[in-house]
């Protein structure tokens, strides 16, 4: 499970690019801000296209290391998301079979996107949406325990661990060590808990912050709203230094200043975690402080565009 490199020397699997990751400078946001340098993380440069490769690798790796998969096992999973995709080509490069459950009206990119690596799709009733998706996947498991590996990744260490063991360190190599703040967004927790707990090992006196959506209906997709959500068991909020509420139309509006003033061309949750960095440099800035604040870009925008006529055999 160690960090791979990009660079000329041939790889045995695809799954070996999972990884060190571009860390940029932005240029303009934040440039108002004397003493103050924002860098983001490119998750979007996984194989995959997005930061859940790295936990769904790992997860894998654990799996087949501890025996919990392997021996004609499928994995099981209730996500059309990141994760789905994550899964999906992950498992078509390491020859495992892959489940994925979702509501029957997810669209048809998503579906495709599970197909096209080969995944099999299961559907569960498009009234009950995701909660109806994760109640079939958990009867799928009970009735049937041996022939499924389910990863649970609310729930699974590993999750953190892939961050904590590889975005951590990328981050610290890069900037050696010297990372004032570092700020992500919440979906399971996964990113922002493992990076944390890394980086307080490998940059001292770092504070550390959450973005969750301000609305419990928001448009920040791959994020959660605690507040009216089951708090996910890997997710323990008194380890960190704060958390920054976020509206939907903040993040959306830094995705769109993303794409026209840095040439990042990113998702909503990538938006609402640069919103949040900046709002932490603002108040370093403010105190005095100077130093690196570090976020994370999640995806690309193009994970939600709808494909045109002619894209839609090979579309996400
Ligand atoms: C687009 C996007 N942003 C952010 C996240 C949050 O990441 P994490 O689950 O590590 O908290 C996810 C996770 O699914 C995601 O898909």
């Known amino acids: 499970m160690t960090a791979p490199r990009y660079g000329a020397a041939p790889v045995d699997s695809v799954a070996r690019l999972v990884g060190s990751t571009p860390l940029v400078r932005l240029r303009r946001i934040g440039a108002e801000l004397p003493g103050i340098r924002i860098f983001a993380?490119?998750?979007?440069?996984?194989?995959?296209?997005?930061?859940?490769?790295?936990?769904?690798?790992?997860?894998?790796?654990?799996?087949?290391?501890?025996?919990?998969?392997?021996r004609g096992k499928t994995l099981v999973d209730s996500t059309s998301g990141n994760t789905g995709v994550a899964y999906a080509w992950i498992c078509a490069a390491l020859a495992i079979p892959c489940a994925l459950v979702m509501p029957a009206n997810v669209s048809p990119a998503r579906k495709r996107i599970a197909r096209a690596f080969g995944a099999e799709l299961v559907f569960s009733d498009p009234l009950e949406g995701s909660d109806g998706a994760i109640r079939k996947v958990r009867a799928l498991v009970d009735a049937e325990p041996t022939r499924w590996f389910y990863p649970d990744q609310y729930g699974n260490?590993?999750?953190?661990?892939?961050?904590?063991?590889?975005?951590?360190?990328?981050i610290a190599e890069a900037l050696d060590g010297r990372v004032a703040a570092f700020?992500?967004?919440?979906?399971?927790?996964?990113?922002?808990?493992?990076?944390?707990?890394?980086?307080?090992?490998?940059?001292?006196?770092?504070?550390?912050?959450?973005?969750?959506?301000?609305?419990?209906?928001?448009?920040?997709?791959?994020?959660?709203?605690?507040?009216?959500?089951?708090?996910?068991?890997?997710?323990?909020?008194?380890?960190?230094?704060?958390?920054?509420?976020?509206?939907?139309?903040?993040?959306?509006?830094?995705?769109?200043?993303?794409?026209?003033?840095?040439g990042l061309r990113v998702g909503h949750?990538?938006?609402?975690?640069?919103?949040?960095?900046?709002?932490?440099?603002a108040r370093m800035a403010e105190a005095g402080e100077h130093g690196n604040v570090v976020t994370v870009l999640p995806d690309r925008a193009d994970r939600y565009f709808e494909p045109g006529r002619w894209e839609r055999r090979i579309a996400w």
């Open 41 to 70: 993380k490119c998750e979007f440069a996984n194989p995959g296209g997005s930061v859940k490769d790295r936990p769904a690798l790992r997860m894998i790796e654990a799996a087949l290391a501890d025996g919990s998969l392997g």
């Open 269 to 281: 949750s990538a938006g609402a975690a640069v919103a949040g960095a900046l709002a932490v440099a």
């Open 157 to 170: 260490e590993e999750n953190p661990r892939a961050h904590e063991h590889g975005t951590a360190v990328e």
């Open 183 to 262: 700020v992500a967004g919440i979906g399971t927790g996964g990113t922002v808990m493992g990076t944390s707990r890394g980086l307080r090992r490998l940059a001292p006196g770092v504070r550390c912050f959450a973005v969750e959506p301000a609305e419990p209906l928001h448009g920040l997709e791959g994020l959660k709203h605690m507040g009216s959500s089951i708090v996910p068991p890997i997710y323990r909020e008194q380890e960190l230094d704060g958390k920054i509420s976020m509206p939907t139309d903040d993040g959306w509006a830094m995705a769109e200043r993303l794409g026209r003033e840095e």
